[in-house]
């Protein structure tokens, strides 16, 4: 092989067209074109003398003598001498002999005679003087099963061909699937059965498991051919899509729909000779789940059923798992004894054996491992007591110096909402000008490779939404994921009977699972969450809201944001906007407000390093991370926001990247207050629970996250709370000039409220209209000039949530979807 | 903790994890941010403009009047009595006087006038900023763009108004950035950006109503260059976001106008300002011929050779611009060639309409920045060979017009404090055009001598100085304190109201109430008025007690 060196000077090919007959016959004409090679002759030790261009090119020289059973000694040549000697060669001969070793001792006459019938070469694929014939990267190209099976075996690749050596060179079909499966065209050359067989067996390691080699042992494949559960075509196209994601057969099959759970199930327990079982979460035995933590059990996903002679008889996802198997005989003292069970089986008997643990930790896991965290209060004692210094204070201020008081009040808010708007607007400008969003390109995202995805659970929290459901099911179905690495939580409520028996009569596939959440107070969102986080299997976790159409391609754009990113991001933020903005004044005021909201000021806070308060989907966490964090607190009604602030205070930053998940947005004014009412009651709940402890929150965030906090979370509800206060007082001056009004304004006040009424609105207002325009709604533009009517719901909506936490702090105000679609279909 | 990719076991209850300690937390990644070219330019160029400034104004005195009555505005606007935003003024674009406001907050800087060349310094530094960003956007290398700015900022006309608190260089600053937003939207397709383009143009039209036509070709070449491609919502949208602030900004003006002095369009028929700028010129110009006089073709060759003298590269880029634009159908570079011509179109209509004092150098300057803003199109849109030559062939230029310039501040004789600013720098001697040393002398005698707020009746439209330096405006009693009508009715019988009276000895180009309610009050021809203390221009008048009359017997 091209070990060997090289002639050192170039050779002149004068006499290559006409190269001696000897030499040009020992390789074919069209393998010589494929590898831009021309045979020059053989020398005494029987090397043979090729010309190429690059001696270097160790892949092309290691095919070359794969093909012709020789070594080969590269003798460097021009491109274009060796094109023009190429050129005058014949077309490929049928049949040629291009191992220089007779048919007698290559074996298997049958395949020779196949080769022949095929017109192509017929070679030897045993190794020469121990170095291997095959390129390892080349055979890998294949998947094992499939090369079994077909008596394929992929020798080399060049450009965009790959060489493949069959026993049967005349089954088109299978060569087809071959070259589909290594995305090259192919070359194809005959050789034994014999010399494929052994051929796999060394490239590919490791060999097979021990219960594979079990007398009567068949492929999974043949198994469902032979029991007619698929046909030959599904069986090579789930072949093609386990090449690619690397999954089992029988997942592959599963999550495509060719294979039921029980058909899968029964075909593994045939191939593994082992036992199937259907399991009844009501028989389970509470003592054979006492031998057995709880924890392990839903790490291994088993679930201990019986015990039979002796042993303990164990329902396990896999039961050929030695290392689940290894761990759990560590603290069960019984001989273990696997059976099989479907996935959904082991998934319910879970759910069912964990749901008293998991709704405690959904309910109080942050209550009680950070208390300070907690929104389970609404004012701490100190706070209390704060409250009500600072309110007998001012009531007493007031009554010894009324004006002052009030002016002095009025100074601070004057300021506060001057540095509120000037700090959005400033972030805002940021994001305008720039595009501050974390990169993640198309061409990173074609060049992923599915094999290397991780899981991905995806919570989707569903209450009362039967209505939106067949299309949430068929978004989520177009998620560019493979479903096999998907772990979907339908998350509904436990007497939500309108949504289960939608969810029952759709039947969805079998990577959606339906979990069941108990009740228990508070009633959330949040709590949901982690009702199903608790059971999450993936290495990522996103939410998503039951209206929600994210971009299929986000999961992927986000698994890569995350290996790009350093350590200190644990979430990734998609945007959100909304898909119906054109029903009606309101919808189109509040996609301006998302637009602005995600496309300009989180991309400027994340560019800022600031905190950021999430939104509530469409964000992607490590669920390590979430874990540690607590995950989300279901006493508080802006459980997304909170948490990343939380994030932030650990250290951890939010990256936003540039994924649209488009939602609803709600096209009612009373369900748009009740939303925006609990949007507002969360950020204030937020801003009472971080400022619990003001000077740890300073010293976690650093004084710009601090100040940020106070303009966003703090500031957001001030100002949707203040604004009417202020509106009445211009409009009154305005009309009276009541000298008592200009006198609430000394100096500076006055400069700094005339500022933030002149420019301050209008520039929040025109932030807006950039937002639209900058997510590509040009028309609406001009309905965000005239926005300042909708901060007047805004308001509306801050005071009732401001009433509300007062009273009902924990209440959740349900949003209710599905108002955009017509009421027939509705029902 | 767990590093990113780390894979979580499966079936694992995450919520089981231990919770690690805050101190384990990875370190807040600490993103220092690189200081950027642009900010680098602006803070070396404002540092010598500052410093330059500083020389100018408080050395050698060259101080432009119309600067100084604007800076005493922003003081009256903190410290007048009582203080009020309407202290602007509704005469003027309002934006000159707000730009003063921070710097006049601090009294001292108002009352040393270094608050003119701290804020003229702002706006040349940011011009020459943005025209750093403008060169970096159209793919200018920096051995290329940098003696084109050194080059700009060295010449006289740019020093001159970068140093004196005038408005040229905030127009300079608005028209470049809204021109650069207008080009980065052009070329980055981002809709956006035409929002920024619009607030920079709206902050330009309230700080030169001159600026108007050149926000209408901008907006033409908005939407010639979007409805064509992009449909009309885009177009719609585009127009919207460039418009929008510009009309909201005006839209405000004349509310304010209407609300203050119940008249929206005050600004644009106050006799004021018109008579303001024509007394100005005239006064300055030895009595200029009307421009109508002048044939059509004199008329267009004064101004050819005014911007040959002025800043000669404007002439000269235009053609290159048209032919290369012509060639590779930019509209841009059409927009450009339109905006160039702007000026000498605007001062020849002006000047047609009025008087040749209108061809002052001052009011030719707007182009500068915009063919500066040319080249660099001219360089994106040339290859090659063709960048070099035009790098080479503008900087020659840029570098001749330096003396050509110097000597037109000199000579010309339409101009407005350049020929103070050229002899102050030749023969290094205090200059002083506006008297400041009088004002100075005359503050000092009132804040010794008047005590109380509201003492002193001043018109300020002339005798605004000693307010000024002497850093005490509520002292006086002027039009805004109290409104029009008040002030008035304290003209008509100041005695028992006010103790004294400020007047000038002549009536300047805007004249003066008080003098023109009382002649020869400064000469001491008023009974009750009493001249206590004068300088060259000012008098301060005593007014006596209101007599008072016996009681009628019963």
């Known amino acids: 092989m091209s070990e060997q060196a090289p002639d050192s000077a170039s050779t002149s090919l004068a006499t290559a067209a006409g190269a001696p007959s000897d030499a040009g016959e020992l390789i074919d004409p069209a393998v010589a074109r494929a590898y831009g090679v021309v045979a020059l002759g053989v020398r005494d030790d029987g090397a043979l003398r090729l010309a190429i261009s690059d001696t270097t090119d160790h892949g092309r020289l290691r095919a070359l003598r794969a093909l012709t059973g020789r070594e080969i000694h590269p003798v460097r040549m021009r491109m274009g001498e060796i094109e023009a000697a190429l050129s005058v060669l014949p077309p490929s001969r049928p049949g040629a002999r291009l191992s220089a070793h007779p048919h007698a001792q290559l074996g298997g006459e049958r395949e020779c005679s196949l080769a022949l019938t095929a017109g192509v070469p017929f070679v030897s694929l045993a190794p020469r003087s121990g170095r291997e014939a095959i390129d390892p990267a080349a055979a890998a190209l294949l998947d094992e099963g499939f090369c079994r099976h077909f008596a394929i075996v992929a020798l080399a690749t060049h450009n965009d061909v790959v060489v493949l050596a069959a026993a049967d060179p005349t089954d088109a079909a299978a060569l087809r699937a071959a070259s589909l499966m290594a995305g090259r065209e192919p070359l194809v050359l005959g050789a034994s059965a014999s010399d494929i067989e052994q051929a796999i067996t060394r490239s590919f390691a490791p060999a097979p498991r021990d219960s594979q080699h079990r007398p009567g042992w068949r492929r999974f494949g043949e198994i469902l051919l032979l029991e007619g559960l698929i046909d030959q075509a599904q069986l090579s196209s789930a072949l093609r899509l386990q090449e690619r994601t690397g999954d089992a057969l029988g997942q592959v099959l599963l999550h495509a729909g060719v294979l039921s759970e029980h058909e899968l199930l029964h075909a593994l327990s045939e191939q593994l000779r082992l036992r199937a079982v259907r399991i009844d979460p009501d028989t389970l035995d509470q003592d054979l789940l006492a031998l057995i933590p709880r924890q392990l059990m839903r790490r291994h996903r088993v679930v201990p059923l019986a015990l039979e002679q002796g042993q303990l008889v164990l329902a396990m996802v896999d039961p050929l798992d030695d290392g689940a198997l290894a761990s759990l005989a560590e603290h069960v003292t019984l001989p273990l004894a696997p059976v099989a069970a479907s996935d959904s089986d082991i998934d319910t008997a879970l759910q069912r054996i964990c749901a008293a643990e998991h709704l405690e930790l959904a309910c109080s896991h942050l209550m009680r491992q950070m208390p300070a965290h907690s929104a389970d209060r609404v004012l701490s004692r100190p706070q209390r007591w704060a409250l009500i210094l600072a309110l007998a204070l001012t009531l007493a201020a007031l009554a010894t110096r009324p004006i002052a008081t009030i002016v002095a009040l009025n100074v601070a808010s004057v300021f506060f909402f001057a540095a509120f708007s000037l700090y959005r607007l400033r972030l805002i400008y940021g994001a305008v000008a720039r595009k501050l969003e974390f990169p993640v390109s198309q061409e990173e995202i074609n060049a992923l490779p599915e094999s290397a995805l991780p899981i991905y659970t995806v919570l989707v929290p569903l209450y009362r939404e039967a209505a939106v459901l067949p299309r949430l099911l068929s978004t989520l179905a177009q998620l560019d994921y493979p479903p096999t690495k998907l772990d979907i939580k339908l998350l509904v409520e436990q007497d939500d009977e309108e949504t289960l028996a939608a969810l029952r009569a759709l039947s969805p596939p079998p990577h959606f699972r339906l979990v069941l959440v108990p009740h228990g107070e508070p009633r959330t969102k949040p709590k949901a969450c982690n009702y199903g986080l608790a059971q999450a299997r993936g290495e990522h976790v996103v939410i998503y809201d039951a209206e929600d159409r994210p971009e299929p391609d986000q999961l992927k754009k986000a698994v890569l944001a995350f290996a790009k990113a350093g350590p200190e991001i644990a979430c990734i933020q998609c945007k959100l906007n909304y898909y119906n903005r054109d029903q009606n004044l309101l919808t189109r005021w509040f996609t301006a407000e998302y637009s602005m909201w995600f496309d300009l000021l989180l991309p400027g806070m994340h560019a800022a390093s600031a905190p950021i308060p999430l939104g509530g989907t469409s964000n992607h966490f490590i669920t390590a991370k979430l874990s540690e964090l607590g995950a989300w607190d279901p006493h508080n009604v802006a459980e997304d926001a909170d948490l990343g602030i939380r994030l932030a205070r650990r250290g951890y930053h939010t990256a936003i990247i540039d994924s649209t998940t488009f939602e609803e947005a709600t096209s009612d004014i009373a369900n748009w207050t009740r939303q925006r009412s609990r949007w507002v009651k969360g950020y204030i709940q937020t801003w009472l629970v971080h400022m619990r402890h003001p000077l740890r929150l300073a010293r976690e965030l650093g004084p710009k996250g601090f100040i940020s906090f106070q303009l966003l979370i703090g500031g957001t509800p001030g100002m949707f709370l203040l604004n009417p206060l202020y509106w009445a007082l211009t409009s009154v001056w305005t009309l009276s000039e009541a000298g008592v009004i200009h006198s609430l304004f000394p100096g500076v006040a006055y400069y700094a409220a005339g500022a933030a009424m002149y420019l301050g609105n209008f520039l929040l207002a025109f932030a807006a209209a950039a937002g639209a325009s900058s997510r590509g709604h040009h028309d609406l533009v001009k309905y965000t000039l005239i926005s300042p009517l909708y901060w007047g719901l805004m308001s509306l909506g801050a005071w009732k949530g401001l009433l509300q936490l007062v009273r009902r702090p924990h209440y959740w105000e349900k949003t209710t979807h599905g108002l955009d679609i017509p009421v027939a279909e509705r029902r | ?247 909201y900004g005006l839209g405000v003006w004349l509310l304010l106008s209407y609300m203050i002095i119940g008249d929206p369009l005050y600004f644009l028929h106050h006799e004021l300002a018109e008579r303001f700028v024509l007394e100005q010129g005239r006064s300055l110009s030895e009595g200029g011929a009307h421009g109508a006089n002048a044939g059509t073709l004199t008329l267009a060759r004064l101004i050819v050779e005014l911007y040959g003298r002025l800043f000669l590269p404007q002439l000269l880029v235009l053609v290159p611009l048209a032919v290369v634009s012509a060639v590779r159908r930019s509209g841009i570079g059409a927009m450009l060639i339109a905006l160039v011509l702007l000026n000498p179109l605007m001062t020849y209509m002006f000047v047609k309409s009025s008087d040749l004092a209108l061809m002052q150098l001052r009011f030719n300057t707007r182009s500068m920045p915009l063919t500066l803003a040319a080249i660099g199109w001219l360089f994106y849109l040339s290859r090659g060979r063709m960048r070099p030559a035009l790098i080479a062939c503008s900087l020659v230029s840029l570098l001749a017009c330096i003396p050509l310039t110097w000597q037109t501040m000199k000579t010309y004789p339409y101009v407005f404090a350049e020929h103070d600013f050229v002899r102050a720098i030749e023969t290094g001697e205090p200059h002083d055009p506006i008297h400041l040393a009088d004002a100075r002398t005359m503050a000092g005698y009132i804040n010794a001598h008047v005590h109380g707020r509201r003492e002193v009746l001043v018109d300020d439209s002339q005798t605004f100085l000693p307010l000024l330096l002497g850093g005490h405006p509520e002292l006086y009693f002027d039009r805004i304190d109290k409104g029009d009508t008040v002030w008035r009715k304290v003209l008509r019988d100041p005695r028992g109201k006010v103790g004294w009276m400020l007047v000038p000895f002549k009536q300047g180009p805007i004249g003066d109430l008080i003098l023109a309610r009382y002649p020869g009050a400064p000469e001491g021809a008023v009974p009750f008025l009493h001249v206590v203390f004068t300088t060259r221009d000012l008098a301060l008048l005593r007014v006596a007690p209101p007599v008072r009359r016996p009681h009628r017997a019963t």
């Open chain 2, 1 to 247: 903790m767990s590093a990113p990719g780390q894979q979580l076991a499966p079936g694992a209850l995450v919520l089981d994890a231990p919770v690690a300690p805050a101190a384990e937390a990875p370190a807040r990644a600490r993103q220092r941010s690189a200081v950027s070219e642009p900010t680098v330019v602006f803070a070396v160029t404002f540092a010598a403009f500052v410093a330059l400034g500083v020389w100018l104004t408080v050395h050698l005195q060259v101080v432009p009047y119309d600067s100084a009555f604007r800076l005493a505005h922003a003081l009256f606007v903190w410290h007048g009595a009582p203080a009020k935003l309407s202290a602007i003024g509704f005469v003027w674009p309002p934006l000159m006087t707000l730009v003063f406001l921070p710097f006049a907050a601090v009294k001292p800087l108002a009352t040393s006038l270094i608050a003119l060349p701290l804020t003229s310094a702002v706006a040349a530094a940011g011009t020459l900023a943005v025209l750093a960003r403008t060169f970096r956007l159209l793919g200018m290398p920096r051995r290329a763009s940098y003696p084109l700015i050194a080059a700009f900022a060295v010449n006289p006309m740019f020093i001159h108004y970068a140093t004196n608190g005038m408005s040229e260089m905030w127009t300079f600053l608005w028209l470049l950035w809204g021109l650069y937003y207008l080009l980065r939207w052009h070329l980055s397709h981002q809709v956006p950006v035409l929002a920024l383009s619009g607030i920079a143009m709206a902050f330009g039209l309230l700080s030169r109503y001159e600026l108007a036509p050149y926000i209408v070709v901008m907006g033409v070449a908005i939407f010639a260059l979007t409805w064509r491609k992009r449909g009309a919502d885009e177009t719609e949208s585009s127009l919207l976001l460039f418009g929008a602030p510009v009309v």
